[in-house]
C-alpha cells in the first residue's frame, strides 16, 4: 500500500513533523490492520525536513518553497514569480502522484495548498481510487478569518466534494472546531475527532544541524555531590523563527536552586539572534538550537516554558511536566485560543507575552518545580486512531471495487467453447471481433 501525505510548509516545522509522526505511525500500525506492506512519500517544500529520519520504505520529497508575505506568499528562493513557481510545484506533484498512485492521500491543513496548487492533483488521484483526507489541527483561527479562507479557495462544499474525510488532530472536549465554526457544516459532516497527535511520537531522527545535542547529553550533567543528574527547567520554542521575544526572557530569568536552565532556540532562529542569546546566559543557562529528543527532554524536565504551536503541546500533553504556554502574537490567532483552551481544562499554565517577564518567569519556574501536572482527561491517542480510521477508509474502496468487478461479469449465458465451458465475457467479446476480423 502507498501512501501520500503533502504540507505546505510556509513557516515554521509544525507541517513537517505532524505528518511525519502520521507516517511513523501508519508505518507502525497499518500492516496488521490490512495484512499488507505499507510505504509512503512526504511532499514537502522546506529543505530542513531532510533533518528527520522516516520509517523504512519511506521518503521526502522537496519541492521549491515559499515563504509568507503581505498579501500572500513568495517564492523562498528560486528566481520565478509566483504564478511560476505554482505552476511548476503544481505539476512535480502531479507527477509525482501519477507515478505513484496512493491509495490514501493526507493533505495537512491547507486543502488545496498555495495558490490551489492541489486542485488538479486531487482530481487525479480520485479518478485512480485513491481516498482522500484534509487534516486539520483542532484550532485554525478566529471563525470569520477562517470563514474568509474557505471562500478564497472556493467555499467549504468545494472543499467537501474533494476530500472523503476530514480528520481533526484534537480533543472536542477541549475545543471543537465544529462548534465555533472553524469547520463549517459541509466539511463537519465529514469531520471525526481523533485525539491529540500526543502518545508514541517519534524522536526527531538522528540526522541532525549544527548546535544540535543528544538528549542523553543535555541531561547527564551530575551535580558537584556527585549524586546524581542534576534537575533542570527547559524553554522550547518550536522551530524558533518568531520566539525571540520569549527567549530573550527566558535567558534573564533564575531557575530554581539546585537547577539549571535550558533553552532550545529551534533551527530556523536567526543566527545573530541565537548568538546574542547565547552571549547574553548566565551560568546556569545553556543556549542551544536543536535536540534530537525534544519529547524526551519535555519529559525529564521539571518545568517547562513553550509557546503554543500544536506539535509542542501535543509531545508536552504525553507528559506530566507543569508548562507555561506563553503564545505567539500576531500572525494568527491559532495560539492564543490552543493555549487558553487548554490551561481551561487544567493541562497547562498560560500567559500572554506583555504579561511576562524575568521576574514572573523566576517566581513561575519556582512555584511549578516538583508538581507534576495531571493530563489523563485529555484524549492524546491521536496516533493509535488514526491508523484504524486510514484502515477503514481503504477497506471501503477496496470493498467498493470488488463490488464493482462483480457487478460488470455477466451471468453465464448458455454459449460454450469446446469445452462445453462459457466463455468469459471480454473473452467472448475478443472471439467475435476476431472472427468478424478475419
Known amino acids: 500500500m502507498r501512501i501520500a501525505l503533502f504540507s505546505h510548509d510556509s513557516l515554521g516545522l509544525g507541517h513537517i513533523r505532524r505528518n511525519r509522526a502520521l507516517a511513523f505511525a501508519l508505518a507502525r500500525d497499518l500492516p496488521a490492520l490490512t495484512g499488507r506492506e505499507v510505504s509512503g512519500l512526504l511532499i514537502a517544500s522546506s529543505p530542513e525536513a531532510t533533518r528527520f529520519d522516516l520509517p523504512d520504505g519511506w521518503d521526502w520529497v522537496i519541492l521549491p518553497g515559499v515563504t509568507p508575505a503581505p498579501g500572500g506568499y513568495v517564492p523562498r528562493a528560486l528566481a520565478s514569480s509566483m504564478q511560476g513557481l505554482r505552476a511548476l510545484r503544481a505539476a512535480a506533484i502531479s507527477a509525482i502522484l501519477d507515478q505513484q498512485r496512493p491509495e490514501l492521500f493526507i493533505v495537512d491543513r491547507h486543502p488545496f495548498g498555495i495558490g490551489g496548487e492541489l486542485a488538479d492533483a486531487i482530481d487525479q488521484v480520485r479518478g485512480h481510487g485513491c481516498r482522500t483526507v484534509l487534516g486539520l489541527r483542532e484550532v485554525l483561527d478566529t471563525p470569520s478569518v477562517i470563514s474568509a479562507e474557505w471562500e478564497k479557495v472556493g467555499g467549504s462544499a468545494r472543499v467537501a466534494e474533494s476530500f472523503d474525510e476530514v480528520w481533526i488532530y484534537g480533543d472536542p472536549d477541549v475545543y471543537d472546531p465544529r462548534s465555533t465554526g472553524e469547520v463549517p457544516a459541509a466539511l463537519a459532516a465529514k469531520a471525526v475527532t481523533t485525539g491529540y497527535l500526543s502518545q508514541d511520537r517519534p524522536d526527531d531522527g538522528s540526522v541532525l544541524p549544527a548546535g544540535t545535542e543528544a538528549a542523553s547529553d543535555l541531561t547527564a550533567d551530575v551535580d558537584s555531590s556527585g549524586a546524581g543528574t542534576r534537575p533542570f527547567v527547559l524553554t522550547c520554542l518550536g522551530g524558533g523563527s518568531d520566539g525571540g521575544s520569549l527567549a530573550s526572557i527566558a535567558v534573564d530569568a533564575e531557575p530554581p536552586d539546585g537547577h539549571r536552565h535550558l533553552v532550545v532556540t529551534g533551527p530556523q532562529m536567526d543566527t545573530e539572534e541565537f548568538e546574542r542569546l547565547r552571549a547574553r546566559a548566565g551560568a546556569a543557562t545553556t543556549v542551544i538550537r536543536h535536540c534530537d529528543d525534544m519529547p524526551g527532554l519535555v519529559a525529564a524536565a521539571d518545568a517547562v516554558v513553550c509557546m503554543g504551536g500544536y506539535n509542542t503541546l501535543a509531545e508536552l500533553m504525553a507528559t506530566d511536566t507543569p508548562a507555561l504556554v506563553v503564545p505567539r502574537k500576531g500572525h494568527r490567532a491559532e495560539q492564543p485560543r490552543r493555549a487558553f483552551a487548554l490551561a481551561a481544562a487544567g493541562a497547562v499554565d498560560a500567559l500572554t507575552i506583555e504579561s511576562l517577564d524575568a521576574d514572573v ?78
Open 361 to 438: 518567569l523566576s517566581e513561575w519556574f519556582a512555584d511549578r518545580v516538583g508538581r507534576p501536572t495531571d493530563r489523563s482527561h485529555i484524549d492524546l491517542t491521536g496516533l493509535a486512531t488514526v491508523p484504524r480510521l486510514a484502515a477503514d477508509l481503504v477497506a471501503d474502496t477496496h470493498a467498493e471495487a470488488s463490488a464493482l468487478v462483480r457487478d460488470a461479469v455477466p451471468a453465464p449465458t448458455t454459449s460454450t467453447t469446446a469445452t462445453g465451458t462459457a466463455p468469459p465475457a471480454r473473452l467472448r467479446i475478443t472471439l467475435e471481433e476476431t472472427s468478424h476480423a478475419v
